[in-house]
């Protein structure tokens, strides 16, 4: 499987911009990057994901480079409610349609700061 | 809320038992997933099932096992269980269990092998 490698975490101030990194210089043509959060004693929170092209939606942006080795996760105003361990996921799709579960590494810690 | 349900929410249980934990998908999902969540290993992906059938398997012990049923809710069976059993278990879903989805996980269930 594709592996994927973060910072184990990192330090922002509240309503200010935070972009989290993310390498996967192994990843495949087929692999969808996907961006999950898990907030304290909560379970895994969708947060985005793409294939080739940048993504917006509401709640952040993902930004892909052009080979595909690297991303990152943009909250455009962070606040408190966004400390989190951030988690970017490679998931492949098999010939037939189907994929494995996430796998999950060890994800960025975000801490913010009021 | 995910929408996903899961019960029980904590589970204290002994060593060598068996527990079973339930899990309802989002109403429309067919793809059930089953992660476990321990202090020293992270999120783990166990296993997961399509309508019924398995699609794909994870790092899941031989003493564990799953089903999905005609209503499309999943159990999770674990047996003869173990100190290093004690985990948090979450069930997610999705509606195809394709990689360009999304997964929705429920909260959790908390088991405690004593």
Redo the contacts between chains.
């Keep these: 499987d594709a592996k994927t490698t973060q910072p184990n975490s990192m330090e922002s101030n509240e309503e200010e911009p935070v972009h989290l990194p993310c390498n996967h210089s192994t990843i495949s043509g087929?692999?969808?990057i996907h961006w999950?959060r898990?907030l304290p004693s909560?379970?895994?929170?969708?947060v985005i994901?793409g294939?080739t092209s940048n993504v917006n939606n509401r709640m952040a942006s993902l930004a892909i480079a052009e080979d595909r080795k690297s991303s990152t996760l943009i909250l455009h105003r962070a606040t408190l409610r966004d400390a989190a361990v951030y988690?970017c996921i490679l998931?492949?799709?098999y010939s037939g349609?189907?994929?494995?579960?996430?796998?999950?590494?060890?994800g960025t810690h975000l801490i913010i700061q009021p | 809320d995910s929408g996903v349900t899961q019960t029980p929410k904590h589970l204290i249980t002994a060593t060598g038992q068996r527990v079973t934990l339930r899990c309802s998908p989002r109403s429309g999902d067919l793809s059930v997933y089953w992660y476990q969540q321990s202090l020293d290993q992270g999120l783990q992906f166990l296993i997961q099932y399509y309508n019924g059938e398995e699609r794909a398997k994870g790092n899941i012990l031989e003493r564990f096992s799953a089903q999905q049923f005609p209503d499309l809710h999943s159990e999770l069976n674990l047996s003869s269980l173990e100190l290093g059993d004690s985990a948090l278990y979450f069930c997610a879903s999705s509606v195809a269990g394709t990689p360009e989805e999304t997964q929705y996980f429920g909260p959790g269930t908390r088991l405690l092998v004593l």
């Design positions: 087929t692999d969808y999950y898990q909560q379970g895994p929170e969708y994901h294939l988690y998931l492949h799709m349609g189907g994929a494995d579960g996430l796998t999950f590494g060890k």
